[in-house]
């Protein structure tokens, strides 16, 4: 059993352009949700999908949007970046809505 | 809109010496979580607290949860060195939904 798996590790952008994120589930988990991570900040929920749908969102602007592929693994994509979206952005997984998630190692956007 | 505060931000310890790490959070929750952050690292789960007067233990680390007063303690006995870390409580307000962290308690354990 593989657990949760992000790529790319790191990644630099410039301010205004694009970015995808990528999140592989744990094999058998069907929900994921996305956080984001300031430096020195707990992090925040940015949203979640199950079984494709996204089923919950946090305080985020719609240039964060996402996917949930039928295999269960996700992407989150940021349109117009900005400074302020440099961060660890982290993924967890879970099995239905009860059980405890399970985070990835994260992605560290740096916006210049 | 559901609150966790945290307190301390900042613990500095010595080795072998014991202390507490407080969450209170707003309303009520099904459950609530303790995380370790390692820096650059991502989180790694400690415990799981899914009722009234959980108690969970490992190692030299302890976490209880009172839901009646929205609180949990995570108990530290006996510090190392290697338990110096970034913890996090976390708050599931219903089964499934998000996680609402709170700040973050920064623990350095001192030789």
């Known amino acids: 059993e593989t657990g949760v798996t992000q790529s790319p590790t790191h990644l630099i952008k410039t301010r205004g352009q694009q970015v995808t994120l990528r999140c592989s589930s744990q094999s058998g988990h069907n929900t994921v949700s996305w956080y984001q991570q300031a430096l020195g900040q707990g992090p925040q929920f940015i949203f979640q999908?199950?079984?494709?749908?996204?089923?919950g969102r946090g305080n985020f602007p719609p240039r964060f949007s996402g996917l949930q592929f039928p295999n269960y693994s996700s992407e989150l994509n940021v349109n117009a970046l900005e400074l302020d979206d440099s961060a660890l952005y982290l993924c967890?997984?879970?099995?239905?809505?009860?059980?405890?998630?399970?985070f990835g190692p994260g992605t560290r956007l740096t916006v210049t | 809109e559901l609150k966790v505060e945290q307190n301390p931000l900042f613990l500095s310890m010595q080795e072998g010496k014991n202390y507490t790490i407080y969450c209170n959070y707003s309303?009520?929750?099904?459950?609530l979580y303790w995380y370790r952050q390692d820096p650059g690292k991502s989180l790694e789960s400690l415990f799981v607290?899914?009722?009234?007067?959980a108690v969970k233990q490992e190692g030299r680390l302890m976490a209880s949860l009172d839901t009646k007063a929205r609180l949990s303690t995570l108990h530290i006995t006996a510090a190392v060195h290697d338990l110096s870390a970034t913890y996090f409580c976390?708050?599931?307000?219903?089964?499934?939904?998000?996680?609402?962290f709170g700040e973050g308690t920064q623990l350095t354990v001192n030789p």
């Open positions: 607290l899914l009722s009234n007067g």
């Open positions: 309303t009520t929750s099904d459950r």
């Open positions: 999908y199950y079984r494709e749908e996204e089923n």
């Open positions: 967890a997984s879970r099995e239905n809505w009860e059980y405890e998630q399970y």
């Open positions: 976390a708050v599931e307000e219903t089964s499934g939904s998000r996680l609402t």
